[in-house]
């Protein structure tokens, strides 16, 4: 199975797109398809999608006669050409209406049939295209599209003698279809812009020579060289070279952090200060920057279940539409014994607004915009879909190690019954040999206040127990409470902090402990406070002892925590809390988190974490910071609001306008263009509104 992408070109029409993507998945050799319209991509999953792409062409020609796919690397001139004839018709067109306009005023009376052949000439102008594409639309058999329901309407409307109205609501639904266009494109390029930070060229070093290569063609091991200002262009390692790096564009931080030879670094991020020599670790195709991009259009492919819905919404709604004016148009006046004029210009109104694409715009451009909003706060989101799950969630499950808490361990607290450094040094110095986190925690204590410890003579090691060791002829043991207790020797009942406890005995009787813990998470607390509010209850699932989890629970704020759980405990436990609270969105980082990251109605990872939970999550945060999770919530609840007020606006307004109309309270074509290319410009700014939207 093999997934492509295709650039889509000549595609002016968001319910075309819907059913363009409809046909193509339809096909044989064809397992999925997703159309994304604010991308003008089409993504296709099957056997060899490369070689059906002229029947794809062929199919999506069936409904948009001049659209065509493209390979993301093929370059076309086309588009460009269209746009300039498509201004020359609006202006020319548009003045020619103008000046008509204007000669009647100055003239008076009726139009003479020097006027009306001004109109007409401006109608052809402007709706020449529209006339062209509907008649080869009919020829398809296709009669609902919004070509050939505006030529029925402004040809009905020079039938009955409205000639300025049918020039004038063609030359204003050109005029909005041409704010959508640029509305929508800038929207898209924003994003794009922002998201997408592929380099051209890298500087590649030969010795002492530098040469500037195509990006593509460095591979993992090569070394380039990275000057001050400019942007990392591959993930590398530092080999040589100090500066300050700015990850703002990555992961949303905005203070600049250090790097040095040996550190890490990733594409996308600047380079402030230093020059650096990278040795690269990832070749283009794999770096961050082309991770990111991927993400969004990914993201922008899938599809949130309200944007299905009115998919299908639209495919009933027109003919709805089109038979409630055939019946304004002919019945009505029938029953009432009334003139048949004023219903059949409503009628034609109808046909007017008859077009879905606000309706089917409107929404997934509201997702794509949530999507590069998000993006630009180091927040990839897999899908719309996963947007939309995530505004309804009810819980949020976190892991406590990486996610919650620092993921670093180091002693929070001695509690001793002979000299502190003393009882340290005797710790540190049985740990030696050791390789568990925690003793190496008690070394590095004792290393930073400067003690100079001795190595055992003799050590033995009791898994997840302790170390009992001979230290300067001394006998020391070093563990949990339960390791001393089986050497005979009773612990005393003392606190030290929250946290894992090492107690410690000197020849055989009882010194002191020494808490162990993981620090907080940097804005954890307030991270958890803020998802509190939003009335969506907290919990923490770990492996670790119930002493150490409770503390940190009780320090970031979590409402319940669970204790001493296997990878296996922590799926089940996630489907108790599903089951009492509603979704679960679980949080976590480690190659453990994968199964429940899965599990969870969002599975959400740490972009520092495991390859495996990043793989599993529905989201990644590229800053592995916990504030990450309620501005996620946030921008999802933002981003789904946006696009339910679109369809309701959208719904709303036609549905006002039709009853107007078929009321006789007021029927206006020109009220029926803003209900049809006003309303979709309207629910257009509403979704950009996301872009710049402020989330706290």
């Known amino acids: 199975m093999k997934t492509k992408k295709y650039k889509i070109e000549n595609l002016d029409c968001a319910h075309c797109g819907a059913k363009i993507e409809k046909l193509i998945g339809e096909m044989d050799g064809i397992s999925e398809a997703a159309l994304s319209f604010p991308m003008m991509q089409l993504t296709v999953s099957g056997d060899d999608p490369d070689a059906l792409l002229p029947e794809m062409i062929r199919t999506a020609r069936t409904v948009e006669d001049e659209i065509n796919f493209k390979a993301e690397s093929d370059e076309s001139a086309d588009g460009e050409e269209n746009e300039k004839l498509e201004m020359f018709t609006l202006i020319a067109g548009g003045a020619l209406y103008i000046i008509t306009l204007i000669a009647h005023a100055i003239i008076g009376g009726g139009y003479s049939p020097l006027l009306i052949a001004m109109l007409a000439a401006s109608y052809i102008l402007l709706g020449g295209g529209v006339l062209l594409t509907a008649a080869k639309n009919i020829a398809k058999g296709k009669v609902f599209d919004e070509n050939f329901l505006m030529a029925i309407a402004t040809l009905g409307a020079f039938i009955i003698r409205e000639y300025p109205e049918a020039v004038g609501v063609m030359l204003f639904f050109r005029i909005g279809e041409l704010f959508e266009d640029i509305a929508v494109k800038r929207s898209r390029g924003k994003i794009m812009k922002a998201v997408d930070m592929r380099p051209e060229t890298v500087n590649l070093l030969s010795g002492d020579s530098v040469k500037s290569v195509a990006a593509e063609l460095a591979a993992p091991g090569d070394r380039i060289l990275i000057r001050p200002g400019d942007r990392i262009p591959l993930d590398g390692t530092i080999i040589e070279g100090e500066s300050r790096i700015d990850t703002s564009a990555v992961t949303g931080e905005p203070v600049p952090v250090k790097a040095a030879a040996g550190d890490k670094i990733i594409s996308g991020c600047v380079n402030t200060s230093g020059a650096l020599k990278v040795r690269v670790d990832n070749a283009l195709r794999d770096s961050m920057v082309s991770r990111i991009l991927e993400s969004v259009e990914n993201a922008a492919a899938s599809k949130p279940k309200i944007d299905t819905f009115i998919t299908r919404f639209a495919a009933v709604y027109t003919p709805i539409v089109v038979a409630v004016a055939a019946i304004t148009a002919v019945v009505i006046p029938l029953l009432t014994h009334q003139d048949f004029y004023p219903w059949i210009y409503t009628a034609l109104s109808f046909l007017v607004m008859s077009c879905p694409c606000a309706l089917v715009l409107s929404v997934p451009l509201a997702f794509f915009c949530g999507i ?236 520092s974490g495991a390859d495996a939970a990043i793989e599993a999550a529905d989201v990644v945060f590229m800053n592995s910071n916990l504030e990450s999770v309620p501005e996620s919530i946030a921008v999802s609840k933002g981003t789904a609001a946006i696009a339910k007020e679109n369809v309701v606006f959208a719904l709303a307004i036609k549905i006002a306008v039709m009853i107007l109309g078929i009321t006789g309270i007021y029927s206006n074509m020109w009220l029926a263009v803003f209900a049809d290319t006003g309303v979709a410009f309207l629910c257009i700014l509403n979704s950009v509104r996301m872009l710049f939207k402020k989330i706290k």
């Open 372 to 607: 590069g909003r998000a993006s630009g706060s180091g927040i990839l989101f897999k899908g719309g879909i996963v947007m939309e799950q995530l505004a309804g969630i009810k819980a949020v499950v976190m892991d406590k190690t990486g996610t919650v808490t620092e993921g670093k361990f180091a002693v929070r607290g001695i509690d001793s019954l002979i000299d502190e450094n003393e009882l340290l040094k005797y710790a540190a110095s049985a740990e030696l040999d050791s390789t568990h986190p925690i003793g190496a925690s008690v070394i590095a204590e004792a290393e930073k206040r400067g003690l100079a410890l001795s190595r055992p003579s003799s050590v033995s090691e009791i898994s997840g127990k302790g170390v009992k060791a001979e230290v300067d002829g001394a006998e020391i043991l070093a563990g949990s409470a339960d390791f001393l207790k089986d050497n005979g020797i009773e612990t005393a009942a003392r606190k030290a902090g929250g946290g894992t406890e090492v107690h410690v005995a000197v020849n055989g009787r009882y010194a002191g402990l020494i808490t162990v813990a993981d620090a907080l998470k940097s804005g954890a607390a307030k991270a958890v406070a803020d998802i509190k509010k939003s009335g969506i209850k907290t919990a923490m699932l770990t492996g670790d002892n119930e002493s150490a989890a409770a503390g940190v629970a009780e320090a970031a704020g979590i409402d319940s925590v669970y204790a001493g759980l296997l990878p296996q405990d922590k799926v089940e436990k996630l489907g108790a809390i599903r089951g009492e609270n509603g979704a679960v969105m679980f949080v976590g980082d480690g190659i453990n988190d994968a199964p429940v990251l899965a599990g969870a109605d969002v599975g959400a990872a740490m972009g």
